[in-house]
């Protein structure tokens, strides 16, 4: 009696496994490069408020393991307002990274009235996004990566945000 019911566990065990394995492989789909989890359509009320998109993707490569920040403009000063992103360099506390990530509007009348990011592709937890915020005045949009220590391939962030310029 003892062996067999030692084999029903066996088995129940393995069956548990194989759920699991099949979970994770079905969890994992979802995160393909492919896979979109930004909005793909501006919202219907975009031009008649006054506002504008704005989008970068930025692979792996341009924000992990910096050892000096990189400022990138975005707009045109002229036309429809200007700003800077900047990916500060990565700190490393133990075995966990950080990576601060800024977008600044560079005009005086032009706010962020929105923004998210995501990440698509790559390995689940090799880059966390622990926190965003915008600031209270709409100039500053603040994103916040951890990168838990050797969690594997990085992946592509997608970062979107809308600017409305105010009427001075």
């Excluded at 560079?106 to 698509?120: E, H, K, Q, T």
């Amino acid at each position: 009696m003892r062996n067999r019911s030692s084999r029903r566990v066996a088995v129940l065990a393995s069956i548990a496994a194989v759920i699991v394995v099949v979970a994770t492989a079905a969890f994992a789909a979802d995160l393909s490069p492919n896979a979109t989890s930004l909005p793909s359509k501006n919202p219907t009320d975009l031009k008649a408020s006054n506002s504008k998109a704005w989008s970068q993707m930025r692979p792996a490569a341009t924000y992990v393991g910096r050892d000096a920040p990189l400022l990138d403009e975005w707009g045109d000063v002229t036309a429809t307002g200007s700003g800077f992103l900047t990916i500060d360099k990565q700190t490393t506390s133990g075995d966990t990274g950080t990576i601060t990530i800024t977008i600044r509007s560079g005009d005086s009348g032009l706010v962020i009235s929105n923004a998210m990011v995501s990440a698509s592709g790559g390995q689940v937890g090799a880059v966390r996004i622990a926190s965003t915020t915008l600031s209270q005045d709409g100039m500053i949009h603040t994103i916040k990566l951890r990168l838990p220590g050797e969690q594997g391939t990085p992946p592509t962030l997608s970062i979107k945000w809308y600017t409305q310029q105010l009427m001075l």
